[in-house]
């Protein structure tokens, strides 16, 4: 019974947590190969492997069909946290003779870990199949894969940052010992990154390539109660759509937090996910209990909770993830035994996404537009952004999107950088890694370049339209359409495809439908790619262009449009408008009105989707009748009459005015200050302020207007008035979900920016020299705790505190208690921030707090992380011991990085502002 057969068929069962199994054993730190090691449970595949195949048989024996291998971490990236030169295998019996963890790659440990873990979980399974009440029910191996660590997705924050091509190696080592060891489905889970999971794919796809095999895949995101995966504010949505055409076979969620909060998303996925879904939540929220972090949702009231998502939203997998139990899979199994997933019908439209949002492919309300303005070909300002020696201005080009996404609603951009003077295989996917850190719409990513495609879309978070395909010839004996594909087609992109042929692109409109047949049909039959992933791209070109008497380009196109449509009932058109009005660049409203007029014409015949200046297009009724009439006869007609008419009336209007729904101009300056840093909105320019004597030199226009309201504020009373309020209002809507990370790391660098200009002049005043060195606000001694390798929570944190001020003294991971302690003493520290990911080392954070109250050191302690809550925070307080008079009144919970900024600055404005800078 193969695992994808049985999908639909009834409810499957995945099992619990294995980490919550292994804690239970209590084992020694031997069995880790020594302390460090110790939270590295993979390693227990060569010490434990009969007690891990006891955790398999407990699931197996309440009811699960699917057994994770004990592999989560378990690939080269991961396994490079740690110092394998410190490493004691005496008491890892089952280690292969031919392994020395000590000296081996750890490609080669990888390998190994995997194939071993594989093994375990068939033996159990074997072993399990053998007993008298096992009740013939399917059993599967699923070889657990989590993330690398590593982020890919474009971010400000001090993040360990990787590249797709090593996140791609990392997991395909990874891959290669869960096929050798014998694993029936990749278990693709807790995913926190949408570009890492892309990569992890194309890993598994490079290790089925040689192996000449395919193993099922379940994808799994981890998202927060909003939906969404919060590091990078992914939705799911987006998250599904980016990966649902790149071979995946179930797609779902798990982790972070229990059954009652994933109610919304879990009905979410219901309505557009194509595939199978999987849900496996936690035992519930964690809690604190006697210092001790714990999940307390029932096996039967998470049953309860869970079957729903079965029998009303059709989820096809469920299990458990942290705190989980046989206890909590046997109810699953009692509840849901022989239920049939009910029948779902999701949403058929075809959906692409960025990095946040999704956008789709449906004109059955209007024109799907796509901006045309980020093009360096067509566009003053990008050239000169991208061209110019020196630094590409990503500025310049963040003004463009914002203009086309934020200003006017343009879902869609296309971004080409096909250029003679820069590199376009280099600046293309710079650009498109660079612009999706705070971006929300989705982008078209064009270019002739096949090498520069090929690697855009290896550094794009989302599903694309690539722009594009053919039939002309690319190189000698191959195609357009084959160059791309061939190098693409596993990201599941959208295909703009042109009509072009050998000899160019087409001119009629039986010319057009021939092409657009057959680029279908090799598509298809090449690749595999369905024709609800193409746009046919139906060619505009320059009015009054042709060469052939009695040709009407425009009348052409038209008239091949409904018969393009009939190739396929999933097909799409499309057309790049902008070459129509070629040469009316100086006479903006000929171009509105014709480019308005034909696409409206273009509508009716079946044209799904522009790629235009929004500019240039309105509804024609908001145009003059007679306007239209005469771009009616130009288009239909061929009427260079009208054209001229058209051209007269033309040079007698004033147009080209962009629409803004800011426009900071209209604000006071006060407010303009506090909305571009509410926006993120930066204005790159260097200069000089001059103020008593003394020069300031700026980065960012901002200081000019916060060097023109100091003339009637008082710096301190503009901060706490101002500036403070617009940070707490961010703060809150980052807790809210309404701002992103990449968003508030914007806002806080131009918030920077105007802080520094109000320093140097605080300074000024007092009669400080303001060349001496910048007093930071405070001093905040940060780290991971011991025993815990999870750097992203307190990466964030830093990045925070530091774009708002503070001093950050980063000890890193598995920082020893004292150290937190010594540093803080050393350093003369504000405060300390401790960060835990696991329940267990959540607790050093009481540790911590005990031997600051024997030592009578009275410092705030700031701690955050996945475990952490405020009861959590009360048993820190409370240091271990139950004398209430005796607490530590020095905790502070931070469940965001903002929440760190938030109280640094709120402990010391208790000290007075002046100590504030």
Not at 591 to 611: H, M, N, Y
Not at 622 to 648: H, N, T
Request: aromatic letters at 6%; glycine letters at 8%.
């Amino acid at each position: 019974m193969s695992f994808k057969s049985e999908l639909g068929k009834q409810v499957l069962i995945l099992d619990g947590a294995m980490g919550t199994m292994v804690q239970n054993l209590e084992l020694s730190d031997a069995a880790f190969g020594g302390p460090a090691f110790k939270m590295l449970t993979d390693l227990l595949v060569f010490s434990r492997p009969e007690d891990l195949e006891g955790i398999h048989l407990e699931y197996l024996r309440v009811g699960a069909n699917l057994i994770e291998t004990d592999t989560f971490g378990a690939s080269p990236l991961r396994l490079k946290e740690f110092d394998f030169s410190k490493f004691d295998p005496s008491d890892l019996k089952a280690i292969p003779n031919q392994l020395d963890i000590k000296t081996c790659s750890l490609e080669s440990l990888t390998l190994q870990l995997n194939i071993e873990g594989c093994r375990i979980a068939k033996r159990a399974i074997e072993k399990y199949r053998a007993e008298s009440d096992y009740d013939g029910r399917p059993l599967y191996v699923a070889g657990s894969i989590g993330p690398s660590n590593y982020v890919v997705s474009s971010t400000q924050a001090n993040l360990n940052k990787g590249t797709f091509d090593q996140i791609v190696d990392n997991f395909y080592y990874q891959v290669l010992g869960l096929i050798e060891g014998g694993a029936d489905v990749l278990l693709i889970e807790t995913q926190q990154d949408i570009l890492e999971t892309k990569a992890i794919i194309e890993g598994a796809n490079k290790a089925f390539a040689e192996k000449k095999t395919r193993l099922p895949m379940i994808v799994q995101a981890t998202v927060d109660v909003f939906s969404k995966m919060q590091i990078f504010n992914t939705d799911i949505h987006a998250a599904y759509t980016t990966v649902s055409g790149m071979g995946i076979d179930v797609f779902g969620i798990n982790c972070n937090v229990g059954p009652k909060e994933m109610e919304t998303t879990v009905e979410k996925l219901s309505r557009f996910c194509r595939h199978p879904i999987s849900v496996v939540p936690n035992a519930g929220q964690p809690i604190s209990e006697d210092g001790q972090t714990c999940y307390k949702l029932s096996p039967e009231d998470m049953a309860n909770l869970m079957e729903p998502f079965v029998r009303e939203h059709g989820v096809a997998i469920v299990g458990g993830c942290c705190g989980t139990t046989p206890a909590h899979i046997k109810a699953l199994r009692e509840k849901l035994n022989g239920v049939i997933p009910a029948l779902r019908q999701p949403d058929e439209k075809i959906y692409v996404s960025g990095p946040q949002e999704v956008s789709a492919i449906d004109s059955s309300k209007g024109l799907l537009r796509i901006g045309e303005r980020l093009n360096v070909r067509g566009s003053k300002l990008v050239q000169e952004a991208v061209e110019s020696e020196g630094e590409i201005s990503m500025q310049v080009l963040e003004e463009v999107v914002n203009e086309q996404v934020r200003d006017l609603g343009i879902e869609i951009i296309d971004v080409c950088m096909d250029s003679n003077i820069v590199e376009t295989e280099d600046v293309l996917p710079k650009i498109i890694h660079g612009l999706t850190s705070d971006f929300k719409g989705v982008m078209c990513l064009d270019s002739f370049s096949v090498e520069a495609l090929d690697k855009a879309i290896k550094s794009y978070p989302g599903r694309p339209i690539i722009n594009s395909i053919s039939l002309e010839e690319y190189k000698k004996g191959e195609s357009k359409l084959d160059a791309v594909l061939s190098c693409t087609n596993s990201h599941g992109a959208i295909y703009i495809a042109l009509v072009n042929g050998p000899e160019g692109p087409a001119q009629t409109a039986d010319e057009k439908y021939n092409l657009a047949a057959e680029i279908v049909k090799q598509a298809g039959e090449k690749y595999g790619v369905t024709p609800d992933q193409i746009l046919i791209d139906v060619n505009a070109y320059p009015i009054g262009s042709e060469s052939i008497e009695g040709l009407n380009f425009c009348a052409e196109t038209l008239k091949s449009l409904p018969r393009i449509k009939k190739i396929h009932p999933d097909l799409k058109t499309s057309i790049g408008v902008g070459n129509l009005t070629n040469g009316l660049a100086k006479k903006p409203y000929m171009r509105k009105v014709l480019t308005s007029v034909f696409l409206d014409e273009a509508r009716k015949a079946g044209l799904d989707c522009a790629i235009l200046n929004p500019n240039h297009y309105v509804p024609p009724e908001s145009l003059p009748v007679d306007d239209v009439a005469l771009a009616l006869k130009v288009i239909l007609e061929r009427d260079m009459g009208a054209f001229d008419q058209l051209e007269e009336i033309a040079l007698t209007k004033k147009t080209g005015v962009k629409q803004k729904k800011v426009d900071y101009a209209d604000l006071s300056t006060e407010d303009s200050i506090c909305a571009k840093i509410k926006d993120g909105f930066k204005q790159k320019e260097e200069g000089v302020i001059e103020k008593e004597g003394a020069k300031f030199s700026y980065r960012d226009h901002i200081a000019l207007e916060v060097s023109e309201i100091t003339e009637r504020h008082e710096p301190l009373d503009f901060v706490s008035g101002y500036l403070m309020k617009t940070m707490r209002e961010l703060g809150d809507a980052f807790g809210r979900g309404e701002v992103s990370l990449p968003h508030l790391l914007k806002s806080a660098d131009v918030m920077r920016n105007a802080m520094e200009f109000l320093e140097w002049f605080m300074r000024l005043k007092s009669g400080v020299n303001p060349e001496d060195e910048i007093q930071y606000k405070g001093t905040v001694v940060i780290g991971t705790v011991y025993q815990d390798v999870h750097s992203i929570g307190k990466d964030l944190a830093k990045t925070l505190l530091e774009n708002y001020g503070y001093r950050v003294i980063d000890l890193g991971v598995q920082v020893p208690l004292e150290k937190f302690i010594e540093t803080a003493e050393k350093e003369n520290a504000d405060a300390i921030g401790s960060s835990a990911l696991l329940v267990q080392t959540s607790n050093h954070m009481i540790t911590i707090a005990k031997m600051l109250k024997e030592r009578s050191f009275d410092i705030p302690i700031l701690i955050g992380g996945a475990p952490v809550n405020s009861r959590h925070a009360g048993y820190v307080a409370m240091h271990g011991q139950d004398d209430t008079n005796n607490i530590f009144n020095n905790i502070f919970y931070c469940q965001s990085g903002m929440d760190g900024v938030n109280i640094m600055n709120r402990l010391k404005e208790k000290e007075g502002l002046s100590d504030f800078f």
